[in-house]
């Protein structure tokens, strides 16, 4: 039995894009398109660490009050706060004021900027060097992995490198978001859309 939903406009998503709009908006046009460039990538990395243990719907209806808290995810303005911004931070109630988290966006920053100069490329070149052989092609939400030997493998690599709050699920969970594998439903009307896996 399919686990996709035909929505009024005729098309079948997934259940969980399938009745909020901000999801469905969300699921018909940015989950799983690429994105290569290192803010774009920064930013990504940071909202899957803040979304840890929380739903990603409460991190996008944030999303607007965060770009504005962390300078629209610039790593080098990011790089550069200070005890004070952490305090600014952990006041900002638009936000998830999660301290070990504040500081983690920090690091991140930092540790992009280290990037930079790595024989191995940015941020954006670095995390896309992940990107494996073959996506998944589930059929329903049980044939969806949460972790891959690449997501376990960029995450010792980024922690490598300085990153912290960058586990294997989150880094799974980042590839999905920013295309680097393709892992909506089969019979999802996104399935393919990004270009990225031409046999997807």
Known sequence: MSEVVVGDDGLARPMWASVDPMLRDYYDTEWGMPVRDE???FERL????????LSWATILRKRPAFREAFAGFSPDAVASFDDADIERLM??????????????????????????????????????????QS????????DVPTTSAESLALSKGLKRKGFTFVGPTTM?????????????????HRRGSSGVWSDA
């Open 172 to 188: 799974f969970a980042l590839m999905e978001a920013i295309g680097i594998v393709d892992t909506h439903l089969l019979d999802s």
């Open 46 to 53: 940071s909202l899957e660490a803040f979304q840890s243990g």
């Open 39 to 41: 803010v774009g990538v």
């Open 91 to 132: 006041a900002d109630a638009g936000i998830v004021r999660n301290r070990a988290k504040v500081l983690a966006t920090i690091q991140n920053a930092r540790a992009t900027l280290g990037l930079r100069d790595d024989p191995e490329g940015d941020l954006a070149a670095y995390v896309w060097s992940f990107q494996p």
């Open 135 to 142: 996506t998944p092609k589930p059929r329903s939400y049980a």
